[in-house]
């Protein structure tokens, strides 16, 4: 039963951290392709870190008998910087939203070659019918998106390995840059900050520290392997970084049957994503009071729409690192207390 309760957090653990970024493929270049063969040295740095902090922040939680990420942040830094905390979290996922909906315009563009606009226009109105009717299917949706995604994954690594120049791409070396050490320390932190909102309550929940340790350890695990193999799929693709979203191309390539299908499930996810994220916002403005759903969140759709008028890859490329080393601080104060 034990076990069974591990690989439920560990499932919760993936599929909080595998979004819409990851389901496109351009996070996974940004962060660890674009540096050829030490790419994978950044995973390893990554998957480290996934599942060393993954288990210290359940812990703590157990420790505290915390119900929220705000009572894990007042334990850590206190009623004065706390609420500095809570606004750099409202900022970045204002950050995030914009990018998902930059990334669903994308997806029209790039693939379905119909105007940005409308991509982002048409998920716009699809949130706010959603926020306004209710997000209880989204669980179910997600439920059913993460695994597709990840069983994709692996398909479309078995299906590089066999091509012909499967090695010689893997081995391809950039020149070493440090900053391969600094991306897999970025992209941890900053997805472990944001996955924090779900681990506390789920680690508080359960109240066994031997079941939360094995669900961070197979979270992490698994997360590793699935980067790896998203990684050894991007780095097959010829000009990968050039790409809005690479493993659409790839699948496109690779098994075109399964091509449309796969671009529901990237809409989807980036979808899912714009909602969690917008949800979150709205209740973290209104925090109790009673206020319309539809106005507050239309201001912040509002905002994010403006922000995701730049570019999907510069906008990725720029407000990601940055969140992540960002997030850094965060992870650094845990590991004194």
């Not at 995973?43 to 902090?53: C, K």
């Not at 699935?226 to 493993?247: D, E, K, N, W, Y």
């Not at 979150?280 to 925090?287: A, D, S, T, V």
């Amino acid at each position: 039963m034990k076990w069974k309760r591990s690989f439920q957090l560990a499932s919760v653990y993936v599929g909080t951290v595998v979004g819409a970024g990851f389901a496109t493929g351009k996070e996974i270049v940004e962060f660890f392709s674009q540096y050829g063969a030490f790419g994978l040295l950044g995973i390893w740095i990554a998957g480290l870190l996934f599942i060393w902090f993954g288990i210290k922040i359940m812990l703590l939680a157990i420790r505290l008998k915390a119900r929220s990420f705000h009572q894990l942040n007042m334990y850590m830094f206190g009623p004065y910087i706390t609420p500095i905390i809570n606004v750099m979290m409202f900022v970045m996922l204002i950050g995030v939203s914009a990018v998902m909906l930059s990334g669903a315009g994308s997806v029209f563009e790039e693939q379905l070659h119909l105007p940005k606009q409308l991509g982002v226009l048409f998920t716009v109105f699809l949130t706010l019918l959603v926020l306004t009717i209710g997000t209880n299917g989204l669980v179910l949706v997600n439920s059913f998106v993460v695994p597709l995604l990840i069983f994709f994954s692996f398909m479309l690594a078995s299906l590089s390995f066999q091509l012909d120049d499967f090695w010689t791409n893997i081995i391809h070396k950039e020149p070493f840059s440090f900053e391969v050490i600094t991306s897999g320390f970025a992209y941890a932190s900053f997805n472990i900050s944001l996955a924090t909102a779900v681990l506390v309550p789920a680690a508080s929940e359960i109240g066994d520290e031997k079941v939360v340790k094995w669900g961070g350890i197979l979270g992490g695990a698994a997360l590793t392997i699935i980067l790896i193999a998203s990684h050894v799929t991007l780095v097959q693709l010829p000009g990968f970084t050039s790409f809005h979203i690479p493993m659409a191309v790839m699948m496109e390539t690779l098994a075109p049957t399964f091509y449309f299908i796969y671009i529901l499930i990237i809409y989807g996810e980036i979808f899912t994503s714009v909602i969690g994220n917008v949800y979150g916002l709205e209740r973290f403005i209104r925090k109790g009071t009673q206020g319309s759903t539809l106005i507050v969140s239309t201001c912040i759709l509002a905002v994010s729409y403006s922000i995701s008028l730049i570019d999907y890859s510069t906008l990725l490329a720029t407000l990601y690192p940055m969140f992540g080393y960002v997030s850094l601080a965060f992870l650094l104060i845990l590991v004194f207390k």
